[in-house]
């Protein structure tokens, strides 16, 4: 199995522009979540899908972030217009279900907006 | 707010020596989780511990709980270079079964 897979792996833009995150969760897993990794904020959960379907963004920190989950296999995080305090490391984790005991995390994508 | 929180922040010790970590948390838990991430990757996750469990072992790894102090620990045996890395504590909320991270520990392992 290849795992959760995280695209790009690395992103570096400026303010203003729009930023596209993507990921490709594990197959047969029914939960994904977004998760942002900060030294000052630690690592806060953004958004959690259940069956392609947004349960909670109430950690999506304003209306310039978007999620969405057109398939079991495909999701994607978007910023627009990015800021530099975006700049972070963004994780996509997928679980067999909400409650799942496990949750597989990405590598992640090092977001940099200058 | 973190609903877990780690401590030390950092540790650092030698090989070969145990290293202990614990997590502190404010309400009422289903489970608590550990998780491993090195640096430049995902967290990878270690063991888990129901709110109805004391104890549990994994290889060198040994997660206690104690749900009157709201607490846990991680204990490391045996240390190795390998094991350097930030450990998280997961939690959730009695009514919620997604996981709170806490800030982490950042355990530096010695040669």
């Known amino acids: 199995d290849a795992g959760v897979i995280q695209s790009p792996r690395h992103e570096v833009t400026e303010m203003g522009q729009e930023v596209t995150l993507r990921c490709k969760p594990i197959s047969g897993h029914n939960s994904l979540f977004w998760y942002r990794q900060t030294m000052m904020r630690g690592l806060e959960l953004l958004i959690y899908f259940n069956n392609n379907v947004p349960i909670d963004d109430s950690g999506m920190p304003e209306d310039r972030f978007s999620a969405k989950m057109p398939n079991a296999s495909f999701s994607t995080l978007k910023i627009q217009p990015s800021e530099p305090r975006d700049s972070a490391v963004y994780f996509c984790?997928?679980?067999?279900?909400?409650?799942?005991?496990?949750?597989?995390f990405g590598p992640g994508t090092r977001l940099t907006v200058l | 707010s973190q609903q877990g929180e780690e401590d030390p922040q950092a540790l650092s010790i030698q090989e070969g020596e145990n290293a202990t970590m614990n997590c502190s948390y404010k309400t009422s838990i289903n489970n608590l989780q550990w998780y491993r991430q090195n640096s430049g990757r995902g967290l990878v996750h270690l063991i888990l511990?129901?709110?109805?469990?004391r104890e549990k072992h994994s290889g060198r790894l040994r997660v206690t709980l104690d749900t009157s102090k709201k607490s846990s620990s991680l204990l490391i045996t045996a240390s190795r270079a390998a094991d350097t890395a930030s450990y998280f504590c997961a939690t959730d909320a009695g009514g919620s079964y997604i996981p709170t991270f806490g800030r982490g520990t950042s355990l530096i392992v010695h040669p």
């Open positions: 984790a997928s679980s067999l279900k909400v409650e799942a005991d496990t949750q597989y």
């Open positions: 511990i129901r709110s109805n469990e």
